[in-house]
């Protein structure tokens, strides 16, 4: 099972990037599938979840900016991410939920 996640980079404030997640050795469809970050310095922390059946959940600061998608067809997960800010600046990583298996990570940097 591996999770791998692109679409990070270099982005100015007010910004966006959409982050992309491919899930291989194991299907999607039935899980709860998350995405977390960790900015320099900082501990893990988690910014959104996906339930099976699509219920979304986000932290605080980022509500109403980012969105969690999935797409089971493609086994992929999504991060759309605007208005993006100096202190999103971090690796992000895609998570399955229930077994915390995780990617590498993409790196987000948001700055002028």
């Known amino acids: 099972a591996q999770l791998v996640e692109s679409g990070g980079g270099l982005v100015q404030p007010g910004g966006s990037l959409r982050l992309s997640c491919a899930a291989s050795g194991f299907t999607i469809s039935s899980s709860a599938m998350s995405w977390a970050r960790q900015a320099p310095g900082k501990g893990l922390e988690w910014v959104s979840r996906i339930s099976s059946v699509g219920v979304t959940n986000y932290i605080d600061s980022v509500k109403g900016r980012f969105t969690i998608s999935r797409d089971n067809a493609k086994n992929m997960v999504y991060l759309q991410m605007n208005s993006l800010k100096p202190e999103d600046t971090a690796v992000y990583y895609c998570?399955?939920?229930?077994?915390?298996?995780r990617g590498q990570g993409t790196q987000v940097t948001v700055s002028s």
């Open positions: 998570a399955h939920w229930a077994t915390s298996l």
